[in-house]
């Protein structure tokens, strides 16, 4: 899994690169909806039967005009709205076979875009928290444990230890933009974690874990932690991205969609591929 992440790290940074540049979150955004609309479109180009779904289109168009001609006549209306329902059927039937040529590239994908506009990165001066969870073997408040940070980050607090939860949190303030590592002391293991300041766009790694095919999905961006290591994962809680459209706050994943809604209804017309 390692290797199939830096394969798709590099790539989807590649395309999202020309998009980052400009600096704009609703560029970038944009960017990664265009990418995401032409793999859907070559999907349906490559996986579907184009002259099924521009017939079953008609005949649907074809039952709404019915509908509308014999409105006033409610048998003929409940026939035609039979009608309507099974040739929607029989037109998302086509569906099946695109969306699972695309099901594991768009998963992966959207992972990837997840890293880059579900958190933002820290501003100088903010706070954030350093969370460590230990592995059920390796009870937090029986082990030494530190944490060494370079100029970019302030470690502010002593470590809070949690036994509950098998957590030792401190509080980190961020000094100065740019990219760097935290440094984690456990025992004489010695771990590190990534950590980004800056006013721009970045992929983010909120959390290295261990080694395993879910949590290296989930966390694409740095390498696991050794199998062997007592600690589970280490996380940086970065403040979470937010999109405005106007006076409403939205989660990343809904402008993206609609986006690729949009990209992908506008391109299809112009490569005559139909949706």
């Known amino acids: 899994m390692s290797f199939i992440n830096m394969i798709v790290n590099r790539l989807v940074d590649g395309l999202l690169w020309p998009f980052v540049q400009s600096n704009s979150v609703w560029t970038a955004l944009a960017g990664a909806s265009l990418v995401a609309s032409i793999l859907l479109l070559l999907a349906f180009r490559v996986c579907s039967d184009q002259s099924a779904i521009r017939r079953k289109k008609k005949r649907i168009s074809g039952h709404l005009l019915e509908l509308l001609l014999f409105q006033h006549d409610l048998i003929l209306g409940l026939k035609s709205c039979g009608r309507i329902l099974l040739a929607n059927l029989s037109y998302l039937r086509e569906y099946v076979a695109p969306l699972l040529c695309t099901a594991v590239p768009v998963t992966l994908l959207i992972v990837q875009l997840a890293c880059w506009f579900e958190s933002r990165p820290l501003l100088e001066g903010e706070p954030a928290v350093l969370e460590v969870t230990f592995a059920d073997r390796s009870p937090p408040f029986q082990l030494p444990v530190g944490v060494s940070a370079d100029e970019m980050v302030i470690v ?3 470590s809070l230890r949690i036994p509950q939860l098998r957590q030792v949190n401190w509080r980190l303030r961020a000094a100065e933009p740019g990219r760097g590592e ?3 002391q456990v025992a004489a ?5 990534s950590i980004v300041v800056g006013n721009g766009i970045a992929k983010l790694s909120t959390t290295r874990t261990q080694p395993g095919l879910w949590n290296q999905l ?3 961006v740095e390498a696991p932690l050794p199998s062997d290591s007592r600690v589970e994962s280490i996380r940086v809680r970065y403040p979470p991205r937010e999109f405005w459209c106007g006076p409403y706050r ?4 809904l402008p993206f969609v609609v986006l690729m809604i949009l990209f992908s209804l506008v391109l299809g017309r112009i490569c005559r591929v139909a949706i």
């Open 182 to 184: 935290v440094g984690l």
């Open 156 to 158: 502010e607090t002593d």
């Open 218 to 220: 989930v966390h694409p």
């Open 189 to 193: 293991e010695q771990l590190s974690k």
């Open 250 to 253: 939205m989660n990343w994943l």
